[in-house]
């Protein structure tokens, strides 16, 4: 059946026509609304890592995305006002709506008001009115179940859902966020669920959403009778893309339509016909980063109000105004009474449309949450250093222990999305306060970032330590540095040269003028109080021309170090060469000369279409996940709950090193990757997107 054979009569036109379908709601219904937050929608919001969010742009077109990331990532600012990062390109203003979830958890808090841009990409949003909403779409969809196997789509003809991927995405979807808007501007974002496909397709540019029995609020119907312009933003569990979909919808009632989303013998009162204009599908920053597919992740059911005693205090609340003395009763029934009566009433109605979900009633398993290998810590510093470095420091309350010469990788929010960086400790191991130097680079986002905006008081989260350049226990240490290279080395000169004894340390260091010289002065004071033990020497490009291939020669050999000295080098590619080269015409073994490069290799190519990772370990298979354009395997397979080896996430450290067995990765370039690595197969899955169907093993580096 295609959209033009349906009769226009078969189709709910009037109010009259979907209350005489419908129903009205139950006046108890409605008095679980509140117009602005209170303590328990708070504390919800505190704990809720993701929201669907339905808007429209400043040229009218709607939008529903997922955002968020992390718990509590909509800040509160007042019972009527919260914030968030919008994690997409976009500006959302005029009347919006959001539908909160709680992993693991059936009921949602649906907030409706309205938006404007704030500072920094934050999207303001104004509250006119919150309520929970039942569990049944949640429950309908097993969204927190494990998704079930999919079929793949046929041909459907030509139209926005003919995109590559796009069908196949449809029909594994359960679940999606639907957004709709009344004549004056109001929004609504609902949550809708079947069992596997949410949405069916009927053609390349149509598709059919049953409308099934729920609480008679019908706030979609009525808003499509006022206003037909709708977008939905659906989920497949186990994924981190979501589908993006707008159009225009129509009520149908046509039985050849709703026969066939039957359960059981018995169809839906309803249906909704969407007129699809545009689909897109894209990989979800929020959704990878709010590892919604991963239970250990999901947050403690005793730790999270429940959503129905939520509600209750609503009920109670608004009664207070009112003389109805069952109301009022029903406001201070018992939290665990309410959950049981609602269940059990959630059981009947479920199993009556022909949906098995008792699974779900059945106790979680609490376990122990895997701890988040990010810390999140607040700037107490931003000291510059030079025209172009600034040093962070940073502190959680926790010392900070690693290995003089590794490094942190910052993530923050920019733009709407999670941006990583590595960063080089300059600070001594142990310290509550942990300092990391950046050097502002002319097209980089994150330094930009951090010279621009970065103030005390902000929070960002840190990941690590990683990396290998460290101090081993030589006798004698040679450090040939430039730029910003020398931040590892501060680390290793102040840690050594607090100790009473220690090895010697020369450093070969280059910048173009003093002015530009991080750390200059507190490098040379150390060379003073310790002139047996440190020395510097300072080589200025503007002055002395480019340290060459000679020079590094004629300074190596002027030092007369001991055999057992150990070379570190740090800084820009071409200087990496040179160095190298003199220690290796000077007779230096390899393994005595360690490298840190810190340049930004060129980005992967990546695919247009999602691609599927098959996951083995030894031989034996651990799990597979879908891998989104865009999306790298190491983050897919993180927020798949797959057990990914990794440390860094940008390609610098080597510890996300797995064996390719099929399939065909891209990767940037340059990177860490010895030959010997590559020649076995060895690929970086932290900044490794599939070209194809992959299949890798965790094992086999």
């Not at 959950?339 to 009633?361: D, Q």
Request: with cysteine.
């Amino acid at each position: 059946m295609t959209s033009e054979n349906i009769a226009s009569r078969d189709r709910l036109c009037t109010i009259g026509e979907v209350e005489a379908l419908v129903g009205r709601p139950a006046p108890m219904i409605m008095l679980k609304q509140i117009d602005a937050l209170d303590e328990g929608c708070v504390t919800v919001l505190a704990h809720c890592p993701i929201a669907g969010f339905g808007h429209r742009d400043a040229q009218g077109l709607s939008r529903t995305t997922f955002v968020g990331g992390s718990p509590g990532f909509a800040r509160v600012h007042s019972r009527t006002r919260i914030s968030f990062t919008l994690n997409e390109p976009g500006v959302a203003t005029g009347p919006a709506s959001m539908l909160f979830l709680l992993p693991g958890v059936g009921e949602t808090l649906r907030v409706n008001g309205s938006a404007s841009p704030g500072r920094d990409g934050e999207v303001v949003f104004d509250v006119a009115e919150a309520y929970v909403h039942c569990a049944q779409a949640v429950l309908r969809s097993g969204l927190w179940q494990p998704p079930s196997p999919a079929e793949p789509a046929q041909e459907i003809g030509d139209g926005p859902l003919a995109a590559p991927g796009i069908a196949d995405f449809l029909i594994a979807a359960p679940f999606l966020a639907l957004s709709t808007w009344d004549r004056e501007g109001g929004g609504d974002t609902s949550p809708r669920g079947e069992r596997q496909t949410v949405a069916r397709i009927l053609d390349g540019r149509t598709l059919v959403i049953a409308d099934r029995k729920g609480n008679k609020r019908a706030d979609t119907l009525h808003n499509l009778l006022e206003d037909d312009r709708l977008s939905f933003a659906a989920l497949v569990p186990g994924r981190t893309g979501v589908l993006h979909v707008r159009g225009r919808g129509t009520i149908t009632v046509n039985p050849a339509v709703l026969e066939p989303l039957s359960l059981r013998g018995k169809p839906p009162h309803a249906a909704l016909l969407v007129d699809v204009e545009s689909a897109e599908l894209t990989s979800s920053d929020a959704v990878a980063r709010a590892r919604l597919w991963t239970p250990a992740a999901h947050p403690d059911p005793a730790d999270v109000p429940d959503l129905m005693a939520v509600a209750s205090a609503h009920l109670a609340a608004n009664s207070r105004r009112g003389s109805s003395v069952l109301f009022k009763i029903a406001g201070l029934v018992p939290a665990r009474w309410l959950r049981a009566v609602v269940n059990l009433a959630y059981r009947l109605g479920l199993n009556e449309e022909g949906y098995e979900v008792a699974g779900f009633f059945r106790r979680r398993a609490t376990g122990t949450a895997a701890k988040s290998p990010l810390r999140e810590v607040r700037v107490v510093e931003v000291r510059r250093e030079t025209p172009s470095a600034v040093t962070v420091v940073l502190e959680d309350g926790e010392p900070f222990d690693f290995q003089p010469g590794q490094f942190f990788t910052l993530v923050a929010d920019i733009g709407g999305r999670s941006e990583r960086r590595p960063y080089s400790a300059s600070s001594v191991p142990g310290s509550p306060r942990l300092e990391l130097t950046v050097k502002r680079v002319g097209d980089g986002w994150f330094s930009t970032y951090v010279h621009r905006h970065l103030a005390v008081g902000d929070r960002l989260l840190v990941r690590g330590p990683s990396g290998s350049f460290h101090v081993d226990s030589e006798r004698e240490l040679v450090l040939i540095a430039a730029g910003s290279g020398v931040t590892p080395m501060a680390s290793m000169i102040r840690t050594l040269l607090a100790e009473p004894t220690g090895p010697r340390i020369s450093l070969l260091y280059s910048n173009h003028s003093a002015e530009e010289t991080i750390f200059a002065t507190d490098l040379d004071r150390l060379a003073a109080e310790h002139p047996d033990r440190f020395s510097i020497t300072h080589v200025l490009t503007s002055r002395d021309g480019r340290l060459d291939l000679a020079g590094v020669r004629r300074w190596v050999t002027g030092l007369d170090a001991s055999p057992g000295s150990g070379f570190y080098l740090c800084g820009p590619e071409p200087l990496m060469t040179t160095a190298q080269r003199a220690l290796a015409e000077l007779g230096i073994p390899d393994h005595r000369v360690h490298l840190e490069r810190y340049a930004t290799g060129r980005a992967a190519a990546t695919s247009a279409v999602p691609r599927r990772m098959v996951v083995e370990s030894n031989g034996q298979p651990v799990g597979d996940v879908v891998v989104e354009p865009g999306q790298t395997l190491l983050d897919a397979g993180l927020a798949a709950g797959l057990p990914m080896p990794y440390s860094c996430t940008v390609g610098s450290c080597g510890e996300c090193v797995v064996k390719l067995l099929g399939g065909e990765v891209s990767q940037q370039e340059p990177n860490c990757l010895t030959a010997q690595q590559k020649a076995s197969g060895g690929i970086l899955t932290c900044t490794g997107s599939p070209l194809a169907d992959v299949t890798v093993d965790i094992t086999g580096r």
